[in-house]
């Protein structure tokens, strides 16, 4: 999910890098929002998903809900997740009500998952197991949290679980299940232009870690970027240990799109109708999940997606700063993250550190 440009740059303007007009600054990423002309999903070509096993969390509404039924247009198998059933119920049913007056010749399973919980998480390790393979699997949940709130069950601070820490989790447990596709099997992150606004201070992991956790230094702005920050430098590091001819991994945005992330704020009908003019619909967000996934290939794995194409790192990734995190994210992350997970990791030879 993507939070909406109206209040992204308004929070990104007390960053002083925001006043830059560097490549990935606030200003031309919304230039670049306005002039880039996003494919509508009905019109994507999607026959190439054909009879293959997609996994896609966060469906309930916004891009990933979007996604599914683009996706449903062909008979796949897609494997759909929700925080609670009856949400999750109404989504499958406006995936396949999507499709009338043609008959859904797609099968949706829905799984719940919340991904605050450590419980939770555990549980979709033996949910996935009871699939053959997977083939595709874009991982879309995302919250934006204009309070600091800690997880009950892991400790961590909301936003940094569920955007980060649990994408790893989910993607981690899905590896096993896409090793096992007939095809190069293509793992998907969802992340956004915002994390190249992100300014860590810490070097390392554990260091930015144990700062995330004070309620003193929490503003949401600045730690949706920093979400979306370590997601792009943890994906770095998850192509350098997969063999690509087996799987592909990326990072994609569906660029500032009007969904329920930013539902805390959007009260105000002026704030709505600045969005709607600016913001990208559900469905030109979905087509760049999409696009991302039909181009992912052997020269863009562990590549960030955005407006059409794959881009270019931003500085905030290959800074001194972000390669002491890129350093330590890998061995940091896995450490702290539930002891399933970790075996997934050990059993697919995926070297950490247990100290």
């Not at 891009?63 to 599914?68: D, K, S, V, W």
């Not at 919980?117 to 033996?126: G, L, P, T, V």
């Amino acid at each position: 999910m993507s939070p909406s440009a109206l209040h992204m740059l308004a929070f990104s303007l007390r960053n002083p890098y925001s006043l830059s007009f560097d490549r990935d600054g606030p200003f031309p990423v919304l230039y670049r929002l306005l002039r880039t002309k996003c494919t509508p999903t009905e019109e994507i070509d999607v026959t190439g998903f054909e009879n293959k096993t997609i996994l896609i969390t966060g469906v309930t509404s916004g891009c990933g809900l979007r996604c599914a039924k683009a996706f449903a247009r062909v008979a796949c198998h897609l494997i759909v997740t929700a925080r609670n059933r009856e949400k999750g119920e109404d989504a499958v049913r406006q995936i396949i009500d999507s499709l009338e007056p043609s008959p859904c010749t797609a099968k949706v399973d829905l799984l719940e998952l919340e991904m605050t919980s450590e419980r939770s998480i555990s549980a979709f390790k033996y949910k996935l197991s009871k699939y053959a393979s997977l083939d595709v699997a874009i991982l879309n949940a995302g919250v934006y949290q204009p309070e600091f709130t800690i997880c009950p069950e892991t400790g961590q601070e909301e936003t940094i679980q569920v955007n980060f820490l649990s994408n790893c989790a989910i993607a981690l447990l899905a590896i096993p299940s896409l090793l096992r596709s007939h095809d190069q099997g293509r793992l998907l992150l969802i992340s956004s232009e915002a994390y190249a606004w992100a300014n860590p201070k810490q070097h390392t992991f554990s260091m930015l870690l144990k700062q995330l956790g004070d309620p003193d230094a929490y503003t949401s702005y600045e730690r949706y970027h920093i979400s979306k920050l370590l997601v792009v430098l943890w994906v770095q590091q998850l192509a350098t240990r997969l063999d690509q001819n087996e799987l592909l991994v990326a990072c994609a945005s569906p660029g500032f799109s009007r969904s329920s992330l930013f539902r805390s704020f959007n009260s105000s009908k002026i704030a709505q109708f600045l969005e709607d003019m600016v913001c990208r619909s559900p469905d030109e967000g979905a087509s760049q999940y999409i696009m991302a996934a039909k181009g992912l290939d052997d020269h863009t794995n562990g590549a960030f997606f955005s407006d059409g194409r794959f881009r270019e790192l931003a500085t905030a990734a290959i800074s001194e700063a972000a390669t002491g995190l890129c350093d330590s994210v890998w061995d940091g992350v896995l450490g702290i993250l539930p002891m399933c997970v970790q075996a997934v990791a050990q059993d697919l030879l995926i070297p950490f550190s247990t100290q």
